[in-house]
């Protein structure tokens, strides 16, 4: 295996073929708590490292980043809690604009926050389409759903007998990489209902960082782990044979 201690993240990217990192931006409200802030403090300050994170990973070469915002079950948080979170999301919409050369895409069911929400979520896509980098943010989003989802979508096209290729064709993210390394903050070590099919053969890494603490060495950090992983799809290494 080479030995990459000294090598720059941008190239263990490259060589390590990493393309798409899915962040689950757990320990807002603790980071708070420990502050003694109220809740709605550490979602603020959780935001801003989204954004950090998001520049950074652009920058080392990482073509897709998701991130997982609100869940379906988010919803039964307190209604001041609620509310900030998305009101964070909706400046971000507008600030995600400015963002180029990203295209936006939305896995989960926004519109059913609120009409607001659900329209500028949808023009946002619209708008961003085609960009080079891809951000999935996970707004109203379950894994299982996601996959009852597909399942209806295919029943609608008349199917009887359906194949994995045609659940990967009608999830939320179809058309995009499955994610190559999932990172949890906030020391849980749980998948949360998140990204259930895609992430059948990522690799995990688990932070102990808060996420609002959540910095670019931590993501290096995760990607010099991920770089030492052996992947094999349920395989043999590359360089062992079987007898
Ligand atoms: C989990 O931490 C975090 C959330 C449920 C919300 C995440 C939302 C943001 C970071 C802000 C808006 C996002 C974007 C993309 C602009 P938690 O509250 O469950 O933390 P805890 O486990 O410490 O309580």
């Given at each position: 295996m080479t030995d990459i201690s000294n090598m720059a993240v941008r190239e263990i990217v490259q060589q390590s073929e990493l393309k798409h990192i899915a962040f689950i931006m757990d320990g807002n409200g603790r980071w708070a708590k420990n502050k003694g802030l109220p809740r709605e403090f550490g979602h603020r300050a959780g935001a801003?490292?989204?954004?950090?994170?998001?520049?950074?990973?652009?920058k080392i070469g990482i073509s897709v980043v998701t991130v997982y915002a609100f869940s379906t079950e988010n919803i039964k948080r307190p209604k001041r809690e609620v509310e900030a979170i998305f009101s964070l999301l909706l400046d971000y919409i507008e600030e995600a604009r400015d963002e180029d050369g990203v295209e936006f895409?939305?896995?989960?069911?926004?519109?059913?926050?609120?009409?607001?929400?659900?329209?500028?979520?949808?023009a946002l896509e619209e708008d961003?389409?085609?960009?080079?980098?891809?951000?999935?943010?996970?707004?109203n989003y379950g894994g299982r759903a996601e996959i009852v989802h597909a399942v209806n979508e295919l029943i609608k096209q008349g199917k009887t007998e359906i194949s994995e290729d045609?659940?990967?064709?009608?999830?939320?993210?179809?058309?995009?990489?499955?994610?190559?390394?999932?990172?949890?903050?906030?020391?849980?070590t749980r998948i949360s209902n998140f990204l259930l099919w895609q992430s059948a053969y990522?690799?995990?890494?688990?932070?102990?960082?808060?996420?609002?603490?959540?910095?670019?060495?931590?993501?290096?950090?995760?990607?010099?782990?991920?770089?030492?992983?052996?992947?094999?799809?349920?395989?043999?290494d590359k360089n062992e044979t079987r007898k």
């Open positions: 801003e490292t989204f954004k950090k994170v998001l520049r950074y990973c652009r895409c939305f896995l989960g069911d926004p519109a059913a926050l609120g009409e607001d929400i659900g329209k500028k979520a949808r961003t389409r085609g960009g080079a980098h891809r951000v999935n943010i996970a707004l045609d659940i990967s064709a009608n999830i939320y993210t179809k058309g995009c990489p499955d994610p190559d390394l999932v990172v949890r903050t906030g020391k849980e990522s690799e995990f890494y688990f932070s102990d960082a808060m996420w609002p603490d959540f910095s670019a060495d931590d993501v290096d950090a995760a990607i010099r782990d991920f770089a030492g992983r052996s992947r094999r799809w349920g395989g043999l």
